[in-house]
């Protein structure tokens, strides 16, 4: 069975540009979560989705940050504008919803920003 | 709001000896404490995980303990080896909501 699958592995941006990211979940997985982790650090939820419907998007920087998961199975995030700050690995996990917070994490590989 | 803080930040033990992480929570409401082994440049990937009706539970050379009335959970790795060394984290659920709140990780260094 294929894991959590992200894409691109690696973006370098010039600041002010919009970039994008892409995460397919293990089949069947109803949760979606985006993290961003800064180095030295845990991951930091940022939106958590429930199917396609947003459930907790409390920590996303709604300014310039969005994120969509409209069939319920991949999901994109996106910033716009990008920066410095925002260079970071946003990881991408999904669970199978069944256990709520107890389910077990997946994550994927990552995705490493790198802003300049 | 609620946290976890995880100590210590690095750990750096000799090959074969054990190694002790410690985090305490804030949310007394909290019953799912996972922990998670991130290999430098890998994806973080579930260990071990307790819940809150369980004092201990052990998996081969990997254990977690919980002290709920304390608020506090730790990992035991016991006869480390070399494929050790990884960044661990430590998670709890919120009681309020479904998701987990992270430590900051504990870099584990095994010497040879």
């Known amino acids: 069975e294929a894991g959590v699958v992200q894409s691109p592995r690696y973006k370098i941006i010039e600041k002010k540009q919009p970039v994008a990211f892409w995460c397919n979940p293990i089949?069947?997985?109803?949760?979606l979560y985006w993290y961003l982790q800064n180095l030295g650090q845990g991951p930091e939820l940022l939106i958590r989705?429930?199917?396609?419907?947003?459930?907790?998007d409390s920590q996303l920087p709604k300014d310039r940050f969005s994120a969509e998961r409209l069939k319920g199975v991949d999901s994109t995030l996106k910033i716009q504008p990008a920066e410095l700050g925002d260079s970071a690995v946003y990881l991408c996990?999904?669970?199978?919803?069944?256990?709520?917070?107890?389910?077990?994490?997946?994550f994927g590989p990552g995705t490493r920003l790198t802003v300049l | 709001g609620e946290n976890v803080e995880q100590h210590p930040s690095t750990l750096s033990v000799q090959e074969g000896d054990s190694a002790v992480i410690k985090c305490t929570y804030s949310?007394?409401?909290?019953?799912?404490f996972p922990w998670y082994k991130q290999e430098l440049g890998k994806r973080p990937q579930l260990i071990i995980d307790?819940?809150?009706n369980v004092g201990e539970k052990k998996d081969q050379r990997i254990a977690v303990t919980l002290n709920k009335t304390a608020k506090h959970f730790s990992l035991h790795i016991t006869e480390t080896q070399p494929e050790d060394s990884a960044v661990y984290f430590c998670?709890?659920?919120?009681?309020?909501?479904?998701?987990?709140?992270w430590g900051a990780g504990t870099k584990l260094i095994i010497k040879p």
């Open positions: 989705y429930e199917n396609e419907e947003a459930v907790d």
């Open positions: 307790i819940r809150s």
């Open positions: 996990a999904s669970s199978s919803g069944l256990a709520g917070a107890e389910d077990t994490q997946y």
């Open positions: 949310d007394s409401a909290s019953n799912y």
């Open positions: 998670a709890a659920s919120i009681g309020s909501n479904y998701q987990l709140i």
């Open positions: 089949s069947g997985h109803n949760t």
